[in-house]
């Protein structure tokens, strides 16, 4: 029972909050807005890619391996990974 209790709790706050910053200056929902206008997103596969890259080039930095056995070990990860991560690499590649 207290933690529906708790929860609404604290959705009146968060509401009064909102509320509160709202009515004491509108121009941080304007920057908000401006700011997410200009920055672009990465789709999910390129994401999935440059995390892919960064592994590769701490495998090779890191533990001084062959570029062959690099390769080995990317193929092995990349063959375990699931299928949706699979199509998605596939799309982007």
């Known amino acids: 029972m207290m933690i529906a209790h708790t929860t609404i709790v604290f959705l009146r706050y968060i509401m009064l909050a909102v509320e509160s ?3 004491k200056d509108m121009r941080t929902v304007e920057l908000f807005y401006y700011v997410c206008d200009e920055l672009t ?5 390129e994401a999935l890619l440059l995390l ?3 592994l590769k080039n701490l495998l090779s930095g890191v533990a001084l391996l062959p570029e062959k056995q690099v390769n080995e070990i990317m193929d092995l990860f990349i063959s375990s990974l699931p299928k949706v991560f699979k199509q998605r690499l596939k799309l982007c590649a």
């Open 21 to 23: 910053r709202n009515s």
């Open 52 to 54: 892919l890259e960064l």
């Open 41 to 45: 997103d990465i789709k999910y596969a």
